[in-house]
Structure formats: C-alpha cells, structure tokens
C-alpha cells in the first residue's frame, strides 16, 4: 500500500473542507435548527410523542441520517468530480497508484467530513431535546458506515458525471426523495397497510430504523435487517467501483 | 548508451475505432532529450499518456528502467515525471501545496528541503504561497514542471511544454530543459515547432498517423535530408545563364544578378569546385557567395508529404 499517497490525497482534500471551516459548520447548524424549529415546534407541539419518545428527540436520528447521506455523497462526487472538471486526474492515473489507494483517500476523506457534520448535528441536537443514546457503540457504527457507504456512492457519482448538472441530478432526484419517505420525521407505523409495504422497498428505510434503535430501541424493521441492508449497499458500491477501475470507466481510456 | 525506455509494437486503438497508434517501437537513451515532432493528431500526445498509464495499452510492451509499465506499473511509473499539454490545476491550492501533494501521490515522504531546491530551480520559490489562480501562464507551467519534478524521476515527459509561449519564455523554457539534462534527467517531448526539436534535442522522431516515420539523431538527419543551396551573386547582371554552364542546372534570378545551385551534402562529389571553375571560365565575376542549409521545417514537411503519397 503506498500510505504516502492515500494521506497526501486525504489530507489535501481534509484542507479544502477546513479551508471552508466556518460554512461546513455554520449550515448544518442552521438547518438543524430550522429543523427542530418547524418539525419539533411547530408540528411536534401536535404529536407530542411517538411510540413513547418526544417527537423532537424522535425525529434527531432520522436529521442526522439526512445530513449525513447528503454530505457524504456530495462531497465524495465533488472530490473526485472537480480533478475531473479541473484535468488533474492526470496526476493520479501516471502516479504508482493502486485503485484501491485512490478511494481510501477520497473515501476516506468525505467521509470523514460527513461524520464531522453529524456530530455536529447530534450537538446541536442535543441543545434542544434530551438524548439518550441506548446502544451507543451501535450507534457510531451505524454512523461510521453509512458516512462510507454514501461516500462510495457519491465517488461512483462523481465519476459517472458529465456535467455538474448531472452531479447534482442522482442526490436530488433519488436520494433526497428516498431519505423523506424513508421515515426520517415519522414511524412507518403510522402510514396506512399499502404504504408501509411499500416504504419497505426504499433502503434508506433500513438504515434510520436501525439508527433510531440505537438511540430509543424502537425499530420500524428488525435490526438485522438494517445491518445487512447496510452491509449490502456498501458491497454494491464496492463492486462498482472495483468494476469501474478494471474497466477504466469514464476515467481511463 | 543504455536504452531507459523500451517500446515494442505498441498498438492503441480507441473506442470510437480511431486507430492513434499503429504499432511504434521506439528505445530511448538514457539521459537524452528525445523530440517527437508531428502535426496535430499525429498520436504523439496518445503514445505519451500510454507510456505514463493515462491511457490504456491496446497491445505490445512497454518497459521503463527495465519494468514493464503494465506489470509492474508501481516500479515504472516511480522513474517517470509528466507535464501534461494542457495547464490543469487547482485554481485555490498554493503553489507549495500542490506540489508537496504530488511527491506524496508517488509515495514519497515528506521532504521541504527538496521542495524547496524545485521550486527554487525554477524561480517559483517567491510564488510557493501564491494561489495557482494568481499565476500568469508561464508561472503555471513551471508549477506542472515542478509536480513532474517533486518526486525526483529520471525521465520527464514534456507534451508540447511550449505551445501557446511567449518567445522569451520559450527560450526560458529550452534552458530549464537542457539544466535538466545535466542533471542526468531523460527528457521525451513533443512540440510541432521544428525549431525546439532542432534547437534543444539530440534526436528526433517523427511521428504521423499514429506511426513513427523515423527516429535519428538530429545532425545525422539534418545531414541525411540535406539538401544546401548556394547562392552566387554577380558583379554584373546577365540575360541568360552561359552555354557553358548548362551542365550544372543553376537557376538564374530575375534579375539576373544571381545564380542558385542545388547540391546535396550526401552525394560524394558536390560539384562546387567545377561548378566555380567553370564561372570563372565564362567570365563571370563574383560578387558574394552564401550556401543555405535546408531546415528540419523543410526535412519535415517533405517526410509527411512522402507518408501521404
């Protein structure tokens, strides 16, 4: 492994996220507080509690999912889609790089960002409702994983962009919509029989269930179930990628 | 001299169907500077970037420092530094940034002193903490040339290193090159000015349609193409070149104040001397003589026009 050049990548592109320190941190705090503003006071004052938990505590795991997912695939299609954009990747390709190096590094480093906003987004949380994390290793775990397996997602993005029209298409037509419907502000208990049937088809389901067990011990869907839907997806996007570098895919030709 | 790089039918053709390269083979010299002359499109760009691992091979071998570039990419690529064509690089990252990244990308430590003599050996050392962004275009291409350098190659390739170059830093460009070759360093680069390959390079190879036409050492073609002209200037104009000379085929100017001579400096007899003697002969007297050697430009043009025939 050439370690040298996984921390060089990471570390030039760790730079570029603290370059811009103050905007990472100051808009996810912003959101969610806008979030618990309009969905914790405004419409939780109606709720009051799900399955025994404050609405406004209910709907943090589900916030920091959200956050999550969209950052890491944005910043990990970003990372490598601007080298693309800019004609760096030169440098990488005729580098004694290994595939694999490559997306440690990026992956690596986006995801990383990610996690640093979700925290961020548990702390700001945390000033509004009372948390209480009953499986915390299983928390982070689910936290760790989904920052890299949506980090893979958005390097296989970045690739396959033409154009930051398209960079943008994937996040806010698929997963935005998948992460709303997929119980980030509500139980799927409370949708009626076809729905719930249904909502069972969106994997973004599995993966806030199985994070808001860590937190409260409730689950829409067993946690087994939510870890091999995690561990599926990350598989899948490790099989693309392995793909997409033995192939030369829209990098190499 | 031994032979760094090693090419053997190398084959490329892309997906489209566009056959860019037709089977080179092509052995480089350790510590020379090697220009690959062609017209836009002649593949010179795709044989560079085969060579780096920016493209893949279609077929044939390509070894580096005695590794294969496929095989044992790790090793072969570690001897190879490359200055792309186009200026590629991150508008926001400083000077020094960039470069410390790629000496760490080939998996070297981290090294300020060395950085520091690169940067420095190319005038950039006042610009380390400049944005790339705030560099004019010639500053830029001394940053790509300082990437390509960072992690200490033995081979440097340079794709058109002066395209697009004011004259003075073109001829800047030519002295960062030849300190390189002191310094040991292999240099392979392409350019379509005949005057950089003529005035820097030990060889020169002629690439079109994605074929090595040729690859000489550049006296030994200058001599080989040579075709010399001589121009003799009269004292007094003449109407018509004399009865005696006509075994000679000189051609006389409009005005008839000169005589031009076509020879070539392969054959084993030029002819000046009887050429000269038999002027003196006719009674025509001298004014100026002045000979002209045919320019890579003109080897050039006459080797692609051959290759379309």
């Not at chain 1, 599995?206 to 598989?235: K, Q």
């Not at chain 2, 920016?54 to 570690?78: E, K, L, M, P």
């Not at chain 2, 940067?119 to 390509?148: F, P």
């Not at chain 2, 240099?187 to 060889?203: M, N, S």
Request: proline share 3%; charged share 20%.
């Amino acid at each position: 492994m050439n370690w040298a050049a996984i921390s060089a990548i990471y570390v030039t592109e760790m730079h570029r996220f603290f370059r811009t320190l103050a905007q990472s941190f100051i808009s996810p705090v912003i959101s969610t507080s806008l979030y618990f503003v309009v969905f914790g006071a405004a419409i939780g004052s109606r709720i009051q509690e799900v399955e025994g938990v404050s609405y406004g505590a209910f709907i943090v795991p589900g916030l920091v999912m959200l956050s999550v997912i969209t950052q890491a695939i944005s910043n990990a299609s970003f990372g490598i889609y601007f080298p693309k954009f800019l004609g760096t990747t030169y440098e990488l390709l005729s580098a004694p790089l290994s595939f694999l190096e490559i997306v440690v590094g990026y992956v690596g480093a986006a995801a990383t960002k990610a996690l640093f906003i979700g925290v961020v987004i548990l702390l700001t949380a945390s000033l509004f409702v009372d948390l209480q994390i009953q499986h915390p290793l299983a928390m982070v775990a689910f936290l760790v994983l989904t920052c890299i397996s949506f980090a893979l997602m958005g390097f296989i993005i970045g690739i396959w962009a033409g154009n930051f029209e398209q960079l943008q298409l994937v996040p806010l037509l698929i997963i935005t919509p998948l992460i709303f419907l997929g119980g980030s502000f509500y139980s799927i208990s409370m949708l009626p029989p076809i729905w719930q049937t249904i909502t069972l088809f969106n994997p973004v389901v599995y993966l806030i269930s199985g994070f808001r067990w860590a937190f409260f011990g409730l689950a829409d869907v067993p946690i087994g179930m939510s870890l091999l839907a995690i561990a599926g997806f990350t598989g899948l996007c490790l099989a693309a990628i392995w793909w997409i570098f033995r192939t030369g895919w829209r990098i190499r030709s | 001299m031994t032979s760094i790089v090693e090419i053997r039918d190398l084959r490329k053709t892309y997906a489209g169907g566009f056959e860019a390269l037709k089977g080179i083979t092509l052995s480089i010299d350790e510590g020379e500077i090697l220009a690959l002359l062609g017209p836009n499109g002649a593949g010179k760009t795709t044989l560079i970037s085969t060579i780096c691992g920016i493209t893949n091979v279609g077929s044939g071998t390509i070894t580096v420092g005695g590794f294969d570039a496929v095989r044992d990419y790790r090793q072969a690529r570690n001897l190879i530094g490359l200055v792309p064509q186009e200026i590629n690089l991150e508008p926001f990252t400083k000077v020094i940034d960039t470069v410390r990244f790629s000496r760490g990308l080939f998996g070297k430590p981290r090294d300020d002193a060395y950085v520091e003599k690169v940067l420095r050996q190319l005038s950039l050392w006042d610009k380390r903490n400049a944005r790339s962004m705030e560099l004019s275009g010639g500053m830029k291409r001394r940053v790509l040339i300082a990437k390509a350098l960072v992690h200490e190659p033995r081979i440097l390739f340079l794709d058109e290193p002066t395209a697009g170059v004011d004259v003075e830093l073109r001829k800047d460009m030519w002295d960062i090159v030849s300190d390189l070759k002191k310094q040991g360093v292999t240099i392979i680069l392409t350019t379509h000015y005949i005057e950089e390959a003529e005035a820097i390079a030990d060889r020169v190879g002629v690439v079109n349609k994605g074929e090595l036409l040729l690859v000489e050492d550049k006296t030994a073609l200058m001599a080989r193409f040579g075709q010399k002209h001589l121009q003799i200037d009269l004292q007094d104009a003449v109407a018509v070149i004399p009865e005696t000379l006509a075994a000679h085929e000189l051609d006389l100017s409009e005005d008839g104040q000169s005589l031009h001579y076509c020879y070539d400096t392969r054959g084993e007899r030029t002819g000046i001397t009887q050429l000269l003697t038999d002027i003196s002969a006719a009674g025509l007297v001298l004014r100026d003589i002045r000979t002209e050697e045919s320019s890579l430009e003109e080897i050039f043009v006459s080797l692609v026009q051959e290759d379309a025939a």
